[in-house]
């Protein structure tokens, strides 16, 4: 079993739905990422949390919101998708800030 | 603002060609580097790093040299396989940040037999 998971893989969604991507992990780390890829752009950070009570915004939260459930679980919702929210989202880990991030297998989103 | 920089892709060389691919950063403050590897259809995956100025990360034949005084951390293979077919991200990571990393915008790699 991958040590980060995403769920799920391929989503496909109308323009106004709600959608969650989640996120969960078995490395036992406090700190975990979203990030989305797009081609020519590489990842950007959109949030990120270093434990369950503590949630910050990176660099495109606009249109994003995150919940933390637990140390192990991070989802990132989309309150109304939107065409230009396209693009492979990547959930990542790191026990603190100076160790190495793993990240899960992505999850490609198509809003049409 | 602190941003990487890389060559753009597809490159394109056939196997046991040698391989460079550029990267180059701008950070405030002295960032770790970093060479991330993503595989059709896999997420990403740690390829080497390098924490301070002149260190040399390596791993499965890829190295590359942490220059400060160039801000480069090119990625470099002797002879390249098929199998090194993928996408490569350089990334930095600065200390104060809480593990945030920058990401350049990829570079994809197409090796031919």
């Known amino acids: 079993d991958a040590d980060v998971t995403q769920t799920p893989r391929n989503r496909i969604t109308k323009t106004g739905k709600r959608i969650m991507l989640e996120c969960s992990q078995t490395k036992g780390h406090d700190r975990m990422y979203w990030y989305r890829q797009d081609p020519g752009l590489g990842l950007r950070l959109i949030y990120y949390s270093f434990d369950v009570k503590d949630i910050n915004k990176g660099e495109i939260s606009d249109g994003y919101s995150v919940s933390r459930q637990a140390q192990a679980k991070f989802s990132l919702s989309l309150e109304s998708a939107i065409p230009n929210q396209t693009a492979l989202y990547f959930c990542?880990?790191?026990?603190?800030?100076?160790?190495?991030?793993?990240f899960g297998q992505g999850t490609r989103l198509t809003v049409v | 603002g602190n941003s990487v920089t890389q060559m753009e892709g597809p490159v394109t060389l056939s196997e046991e060609a040698f391989l460079t691919i550029n990267c180059t950063y701008t950070a405030t403050g002295y960032p770790s580097l970093f060479w991330y590897v993503q595989y059709p259809g896999e997420g990403l995956q740690l390829l080497l790093k390098a924490t301070k100025a002149d260190d040399k990360g390596s791993n499965k034949g890829f190295e590359a040299t942490y220059r400060k005084e160039t801000t480069s951390f090119h990625l470099e293979k002797g002879s390249v396989q098929v199998s090194d077919s993928a996408v490569y991200f350089c990334?930095?990571?600065?200390?104060?940040?809480?593990?945030?990393?920058?990401f350049g915008q990829g570079t994809e790699l197409s090796v031919k037999p």
């Open positions: 990334a930095l990571r600065l200390s104060n940040q809480g593990g945030k990393l920058i």
């Open positions: 990542a880990t790191s026990e603190t800030q100076n160790t190495e991030a793993f």
